[in-house]
DNA sequence: TATTGTTATACTCTATAACTATA
DNA sequence: TATAGTTATAGAGTATAACAATA
């Protein structure tokens, strides 16, 4: 059997060059993996999404919210923890924000005495419908490099992962 | 011109449920963008991460900056910060724990005297060995819905985002 | 003057325990 | 008894400013 192909590394670059002082390593074997490249790739579009959402004052958590409310209108605090997996603890202040914001507006549940139907105000379903512009946009531009049908390859494939 | 073919959307669900009550809602707009999936998928493999790494008492970062030791000795605190885009000030801490639990050693760098090299000490060869073995094995249990093939394309396309 | 590594610190994000009011 | 929402709080992760030693 013939010697397997060697895949290029960085050690064989220079024989004398033990230290080769630069500012970037050999990350091969991070960038094998689907955890590391997904973060990093997110942390990318993470960076565009809060520059270019900045003007509406929104997080992504908030942009999150407010999305879910456009099409899910009356859901609850627990229907948006479970949808997003986050804990209950962590969007009461944020609810309690976009509220004071006078985004969202807070009614009581027609069947669940407990529970809080969460809206949108008027001036809530403004800002989130150009928000969500702003948002395709941004990713749009974001994923410049991959053509309309990679981006959609990538969407499913990463959904095979966690849906 | 016709009225256009509507995606089914959960309100046409039931007529006379306004309110659904269910778990889920309605997160099509949100599942349609790019930042919003890879999060969630770097949620799943970072919970099968931590899960599988604990024995090892090693987090992600600990991980990542081992692995890159492995294979570039000598490489200072600098470079692993540009390499991982983490900042010099929390990176400190981290080689500091790396080095008293014996993983790592700090040597004088032979051209700058500012700078310090760091190496893996043998223990740590091991564990790092030991580790990126059980890394390869849990990412493709992650991934286990995608074929050898569509995960390659997965982290292609990623990189096409980040790199 | 610029850079490496460091300290101190603050802000955000995420997680847990415990309470209340309704079911 | 269980669930929805809340409070308080603790721990991670990430950010900036400022300093000492060296280039």
Redesign the pocket.
């Known amino acids: 059997m013939p010697p397997p192909a060697k895949t290029p590394s960085a050690k064989t670059e220079s024989a004398a060059a033990p230290s080769p002082r630069t500012?970037r390593l050999d990350a091969r074997v991070l960038e094998g993996l689907v955890g590391y490249n997904a973060r990093r790739a997110w942390l990318i579009v993470s960076t565009v999404f809060a520059d270019r959402m900045a003007p509406y004052g929104l997080?992504?958590?908030d942009f999150s919210v407010l999305s879910l409310l456009a099409h899910n209108p009356g859901a609850?605090?627990?229907?948006l923890?479970n949808t997003l997996d986050?804990?209950?603890?962590?969007?009461?202040?944020l609810?309690?924000t976009l509220d004071g914001r006078g985004l969202i507006e807070?009614r009581p549940?027609p069947h669940?005495?407990?529970?809080?139907g969460l809206h949108l105000t008027p001036a809530g379903e403004t800002l989130i419908r150009e928000a969500e512009q702003a948002v395709v946009q941004l990713e749009t531009e974001a994923s410049s490099r991959l053509s309309t049908r990679e981006r959609e390859t990538l969407i499913k494939l990463l959904q095979k992962i966690y849906l």
Chains 1, 2 share one sequence.
């Open positions: 500012d997080k992504q958590i609850t605090s627990r229907q923890c986050i804990l209950p603890p962590n969007l009461v202040s609810v309690a807070r549940h669940d005495g407990r529970a809080v």
